[in-house]
């Protein structure tokens, strides 16, 4: 077994204190340049390109060593500003990583201006449909007039004007979730620096009965950080007897705001 291959899991640009991550294995920086890159030695039988693709189809191999990755990271960037490299980076030789730093040098400071002071904060906003059916009334003015008619109406204009409700509220469900979905995202997007917005998912990739109506990514000064999180927090108590559900997690590395490019 020959550890001849280096698995990068982030770079700083400022001496990363090895303290923090004194607790995992075999982790060195490495300083090129004006960087310092935190790596550790592997070998080939796990981490060649041919071996790393079979690897990733053992569960149990790819959470352990993607939770580790993305641990590491996050243990950096406690006490300093990082850029985060993808899970499974591998570069055959010093060499071959100096030349790559060298290379994209202007980018990866241009980014570290930009994310320094900041953090990735990840907010999913999920929507209880039966919970709003029950309290469409409350939600739609449409809705209650419908009511009103079926409350006034003979039984059999009752029975055609609730069938016909049913399918309003449906359409209004539909429109309620896409209206909240975008309040959400203005009023965290007003305490960010930046957004991305990632694909709604669909429930058999959430495990949640409830349907996703934002998936989104911020980048917050660390000075807003506080006003952020209180304000998903009043949302949430807020929200929640209506049938919005907020999972925020955070911070995290800035992978969805790093953009490397050559010089």
Same mark, same amino acid.
């Given at each position: ?49 041919? +071996? ?58 241009? +980014? ?85 917005? +990632? ?39 807020? +929200? ?24």
């Amino acid at each position: 077994m020959n550890n001849n291959l280096i698995y990068v899991y982030c770079l700083t640009n400022s001496p990363p204190d090895m303290e923090v991550i004194k607790g995992f294995n075999a982790l060195v920086s490495l300083k090129i340049d004006d960087f310092y890159v935190i790596i550790k030695c592997v070998d080939d039988v796990e981490f060649s390109e041919e +071996n790393f693709k079979a690897k990733l189809s053992e569960i149990d191999w790819l959470e352990s060593n993607a939770r580790e990755h993305v641990a590491v990271i996050n243990k950096v960037m406690e006490t300093s500003s990082v850029i985060p490299f993808k899970f499974g980076t591998i570069f055959h030789s010093e060499e071959r990583l100096s030349l790559f730093i060298s290379d994209y040098s202007l980018s990866l400071n241009e +980014n570290f201006n930009y994310i320094d002071g900041k953090e990735e904060w990840a907010v999913k906003v999920f929507c209880n449909r039966q919970i709003l059916s029950e309290k469409i009334d409350e939600l739609s003015s449409e809705a209650a007039e419908l009511e009103k008619q079926i409350m006034a109406s003979s039984p059999g204009k009752a029975f055609l004007l609730k069938r016909k409700k049913t399918d309003l509220i449906e359409n209004e469900i539909d429109k309620l979730c896409k209206f909240y979905g975008q309040e959400y995202f203005n009023g965290f997007e007003d305490l960010s620096e930046s957004t991305s917005l +990632n694909n709604l998912l669909p429930k058999e990739f959430t495990g949640r009965e409830d349907t996703m109506i934002l998936n989104a990514v911020f980048l917050v000064q660390k000075t807003k950080v506080r006003e952020f999180v209180s304000f998903v927090e009043q949302l949430k108590r807020t +929200n929640e007897k209506s049938g919005f559900f907020i999972d925020f997690t955070g911070p995290w590395p800035p992978f969805s705001f790093i953009s490397i490019k050559e010089k």
